[in-house]
Structures are given as structure tokens and as C-alpha cells.
């Protein structure tokens, strides 16, 4: 009897246009029958917050979408206009298969038809030391992809915002959450309040750390202790454009044995890499420890400091070749404060229980920090939306 009643139940969902995961979620968790939430808040609208917008309102649910800056994304940022191809100023690799694309997106009457490259450089080179060596025997190791001609934030362009865009608030930084009464109500720095039966707070760890927002009643003590203990170092991107190539597909600067997501971790790439791009763009990706000597300085200084290591790596190419750069730094994005949180030692994920832990089962928390083996990426941050929510509709 259970399983007919579900399978039609799953049924009626594809027809409405709700995808069959979402859909099994909401049947296997209980909220077929329950009530589920009609009006729900999200406080940030980067990978997580957007995502999770898209798949309330998939399910029938009104949101609103808060965010503090002036453009959504997070984390995921494009320059347009400074190559010939869009830039990803912040994510710009797919660390997993493509199909996680998919699994964002999931609803399969959605075509997925995005051009997708295999990131597999053939040509490393390490400075360590004072030395340059060849280190080609890494591209035995080391394959990822990435957008072939857009952008993570293209996808989200594409895929996700055209469900929320309308319910989305710019230029409004949440202040405090009260959920003391019967309705959760969220105010802005700018005296907006907006209010729902439940909340779903996706803003960087470091916002939680640094309490950007206050809690009433304040979160319970194990739980604010926990979010403090996750890392999240600093991050920086650069772009420079050269007149001529004379840099390989990777330049890592430790022992050759890191190129993926890093504990302090600095490389500088051929940001044009399968991009089918004429320019010679290079890129300088640097996290934690390794980005702190940048993130400190102004814009103009970043690009002097690069400049000045590449000259003495390449012999005084970079000054020769330079037409033009664009800095990125993450550390100084007022809502953002950082890079990713990352897993040292793993005592992060003992933790993550604890910090998922909904407030009386009204505020619930998403975001890269809590994306759990995911951790760190864009399509972490995905899935721990699609998991929040599946959490606020089964509340
Ligand atoms: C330099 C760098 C390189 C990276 N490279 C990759 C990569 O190649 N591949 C990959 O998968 N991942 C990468 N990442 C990680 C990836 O970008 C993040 O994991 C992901 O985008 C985080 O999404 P999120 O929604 O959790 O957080 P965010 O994107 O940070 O979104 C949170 C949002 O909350 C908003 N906010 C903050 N405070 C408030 C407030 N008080 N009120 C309202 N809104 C608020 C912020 O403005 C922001 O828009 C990189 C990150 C960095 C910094």
C-alpha cells in the first residue's frame, strides 16, 4: 500500500516538474502528508544559497533570497571582457565528474548540454628552493575539467537562477535571525526584515566566526564552538595577460606532490588551457599560508610581487611580456573573508554534525563548510543545499 501511494505520489511529482530525487526525498523523508514550510528565508545567494532557493521553489515553496553584496554568486565570480574567454575569478574547476552539473540541476527534463574540458596539463614545473625542475611525470596523476567557453557562474546563470531570480535581495546584509516567535524574522543592516517559517543561513564560515549575525536566541554553545574551529584560510587569484607564452601548463611552488585543493597551496597556470583562447593568459591561485604575502598588499602590488617572482623564475620574461592584470582577493571581500574551509586533520567532519544542528528546527545551515567529503568546492556546497533542504521540508 506504502509503496503504491509513493510510486504514485513520485509520478505526480515528474508531472509537476519536481525531479525524481527531489521528489523521493520529500516522499522517503516524511513530508508527503506532512506540512511542509510555505514561506522560507535563505541568507546568502552563492552555490549553496541559490541552489537551495531553486529546489524550494521546485517544490511549491516562496522563498526570498538575502544577500549582502551587490551581485550574487559568492565565491563564484566572472570577468567578462578580459580574455576571449570568461574568467572564473573565483571557482573555476570541476573537481569531480561533469555529472555533478547534473546533479545540481536535478531535473531530467533539463538538457545538460554544457561544453566541458578535460583539465589534464601536460607540461609542470616546480620552484622550489630557488630551482626549476620539470615535474611532466604529474600529468600521469593529475586530471580534472573545467567550463570549456563558460563559467560556474554561467551555470548558475543558466541553470538556477532563472527558477529564484526574481525573490533575490540584493545589497542587503542580514544583521540578526530571531527566531523567538512563531515566524523566523531575518533583519538587514538596512532596517529590511523579512520573515518565514523556517531559515536557511548559507553565508562563509568565517561570517558565522566573526558573529555577522546575531542569533536570538544565541546559538547553543557547542555549536558556535564548532564553527570556530573550522579553517578557513586566506585566497587570492590573479590574472595576468602576456604578450607571449613563456610559462608551462602548471608552475607549482612546493615539492611537486600537491596540484589539487591544498592545505597552503600556490600555483601559477595557463588560465587559457583548452579554452581555445588566442590570448596567453596566466593565472596564480594561491591559498592559506601561500596566500598570505599577497592578500595583504594593494592590487598594484600584487601584480608587482607576481611580476617580480616570474621574472626571477623566467629571466626577466614576465616584466617583458606584461600587457595587463586583475586581482582577485578573496580576504578582502567583506563578506567573504577567505578561501574555503578546509580539513587539516579531519576534525572538521567530527564536527559537522554539530554544526548542522538546526536551531529549535527553524534556522538550518548550508554552505561549502558543511558539504562534508565535498568540502571546500562549489558542487559541496551544492549538495549540502539539497540535503538542507530536504531537512527543511521533512522539519
Ligand atoms: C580562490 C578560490 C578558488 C576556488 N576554486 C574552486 C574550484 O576551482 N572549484 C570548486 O569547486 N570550488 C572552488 N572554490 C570553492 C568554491 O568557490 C566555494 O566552495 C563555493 O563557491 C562556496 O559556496 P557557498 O554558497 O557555500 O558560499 P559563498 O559562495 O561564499 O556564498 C555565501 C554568500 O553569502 C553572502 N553573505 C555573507 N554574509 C552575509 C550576510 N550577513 N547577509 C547576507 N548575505 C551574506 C556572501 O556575500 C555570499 O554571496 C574556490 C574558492 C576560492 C575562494
Not at 61 to 87: H, M, S, W, Y
Not at 96 to 108: K, N, T
Not at 288 to 301: E, F, H, I, K, T
Request: aromatic fraction near 10%.
Amino acid at each position: 500500500m506504502t509503496e503504491i501511494t509513493r510510486h504514485l505520489f513520485l509520478r505526480q511529482c515528474l508531472a509537476l516538474g519536481l525531479s525524481s530525487s527531489l521528489a523521493a526525498a520529500l516522499s522517503a523523508t516524511g513530508v508527503f502528508g506532512a506540512s511542509k514550510p510555505s514561506k522560507v528565508v535563505i541568507v546568502g545567494a552563492g552555490a549553496a544559497g541559490l541552489t537551495a532557493g531553486y529546489l524550494l521553489r521546485r517544490a511549491g515553496v516562496e522563498v526570498q533570497i538575502v544577500e549582502a553584496a551587490k551581485q550574487i554568486g559568492g565565491r563564484v565570480k566572472r570577468l567578462k571582457g578580459f580574455a576571449d574567454f570568461p574568467v572564473d575569478l573565483g571557482a573555476e574547476w570541476i573537481h569531480d565528474e561533469p555529472s555533478v552539473l547534473g546533479d545540481i540541476v536535478d531535473d531530467p527534463s533539463v538538457l545538460m548540454d554544457v561544453e566541458t574540458i578535460d583539465y589534464e596539463p601536460q607540461q609542470f614545473q616546480s620552484w622550489v628552493d630557488g630551482r626549476l625542475k620539470q615535474q611532466n611525470w604529474l600529468r600521469r596523476v593529475y586530471a580534472e575539467y573545467k567550463f570549456k567557453t563558460t563559467t560556474w557562474y554561467g551555470f548558475f546563470e543558466r541553470f538556477i537562477v532563472p527558477t529564484v531570480r526574481d525573490q533575490i535581495h540584493l545589497n542587503s546584509p542580514v544583521a540578526s535571525i530571531d527566531y523567538s516567535g512563531s515566524q523566523v524574522v531575518v533583519k538587514t543592516k538596512r532596517g529590511q526584515v523579512f520573515k518565514g517559517d523556517k531559515v536557511i543561513v548559507s553565508v562563509p564560515v568565517t561570517m558565522l566566526q566573526r558573529d555577522a549575525i546575531r542569533f536570538d536566541p544565541p546559538m547553543p554553545k557547542a555549536q558556535s564552538r564548532a564553527i570556530r574551529g573550522v579553517v578557513m584560510g586566506d585566497g587570492i587569484k590573479v590574472f595576468v595577460e602576456f604578450s607571449k607564452r613563456f610559462y608551462p601548463d602548471v608552475l607549482i611552488f612546493d615539492r611537486g606532490t600537491k596540484v589539487a585543493l591544498g592545505g597552503d597551496y600556490k600555483t601559477v597556470y595557463d588560465a587559457a588551457f583548452g579554452k581555445g583562447s588566442r590570448r596567453h593568459i596566466l593565472g596564480l591561485f594561491a591559498v592559506n599560508a601561500q596566500a598570505g604575502p599577497y592578500v595583504r598588499l594593494s592590487d598594484r602590488d600584487v601584480g608587482a610581487k607576481l611580476i617580480g617572482e616570474l621574472d626571477q623564475i623566467y629571466g626577466g620574461q614576465a616584466s617583458r611580456y606584461y600587457v595587463k592584470h586583475v586581482v582577485q582577493n578573496w580576504s578582502k571581500e567583506p563578506y567573504i573573508r577567505g578561501s574555503y574551509s578546509y580539513d587539516f586533520d579531519d576534525a572538521e567532519f567530527d564536527s559537522m554534525a554539530e554544526i548542522l544542528a538546526p536551531l529549535q528546527q527553524r534556522v538550518f545551515f548550508a554552505g561549502e563548510a558543511l558539504g562534508g567529503r565535498n568540502q571546500a568546492t562549489v558542487h559541496g556546497a551544492c549538495q549540502s543545499a539539497h540535503q538542507t533542504v530536504k531537512r527543511v521540508l521533512a522539519s
